[in-house]
Antibody, heavy 121, light 109 residues
Framework: QVQLVESGGGVAQPGGSLRLSCAAS????????MHWVRQAPGEGLEWVAV????????YYGDSVKGRFTISRDNSKSTLYLQLNSLRAEDAAIYYC??????????????WGQGTLVTVSS | DIQMTQSPSSLSASVGDRVTITCRAS??????LNWYQQKPGKAPKVVIY???SLQSGVPSRFSGTGSGTDFTLTISSLQPEDFATYYC???????????FGQGTRLEIK
């Protein structure tokens, strides 16, 4: 079955960096776009970034534009998110999600279990 | 940017009740609207996509309606496993920006 497993979360200092990974299995990874979504403690969901199946197209939410970079390695079935210039407000659980796009309809399905990023000095 | 507003923010109901959650978009989004269910400590999962299509494996007591700017998620007869937080999400924006609503927490009365 489709499985997404995030890793790489941890504690980073303000202004610091982290690299998150999302290992995919159970589907043809190179044929699907992928998303990152985050959720601050006790808060709602915030879409972070999307990357096309071939990695050519990338889009970001306004709050992370210029600081975060989404990428992928289709040979390793792995999605990445590079987090730079971290701020306190970037602290959250980061989820990866598969972009399911059929007949013009898009949904995020499924999601990984998430990885926690803490930003603290 | 398209803003998504859900109401109510929280809702108390009993097993067997019929409940409706509303989501309003700040501009026209056709039927590019999904609903997700999230239980504590778990990842979200889609329950309704394209405003009214039931995700495979989701019980038929869940239904969605709406188009344009106003949408509803209805649970016809609440079951214990339905108590969770529900989020709407638009996928209409170009360039892509997949905004979520702020969530509706459905609690046991």
């Amino acid at each position: 079955q489709v499985q997404l497993v995030e890793s790489g979360g941890g504690v980073a200092q303000p202004g610091g960096s982290l690299r998150l990974s999302c290992a995919a299995s159970g589907f043809n990874f190179g044929s699907f776009g992928m998303h990152w979504v985050r959720q601050a403690p006790g808060e709602g969901l915030e879409w972070v970034a999307v990357i096309s199946s071939d990695g050519l197209y990338k889009y970001y939410g306004d709050s992370v534009k210029g600081r975060f970079t989404i990428s992928r390695d289709n040979s390793k079935s792995t999605l990445y998110l590079q987090l730079n210039s971290l701020r306190a407000e970037d602290a959250a659980i980061y989820y990866c999600a598969k972009d399911t796009y059929i007949n013009g309809v898009r949904r995020f399905d499924p999601w990984g279990q998430g990885t926690l990023v803490t930003v603290s000095s | 940017d398209i803003q998504m507003t859900q109401s109510p923010s929280s809702l108390s109901a009993s097993v067997g009740d019929r409940v409706t959650i509303t989501c309003r978009a700040s501009q026209y989004i056709s039927t590019y609207l999904n609903w997700y269910q999230q239980k504590p400590g778990k990842a979200p999962k889609v329950v309704i996509y394209a405003a009214s299509s039931l995700q495979s494996g989701v019980p038929s007591r869940f239904s969605g309606t709406g188009s344009g700017t106003d949408f509803t998620l209805t649970i016809s007869s609440l079951q214990p496993e339905d108590f969770a937080t529900y989020y709407c999400q638009q996928s209409y924006s170009t360039p892509p920006s997949y905004t979520f609503g702020q969530g509706t927490r459905l609690e046991i009365k």
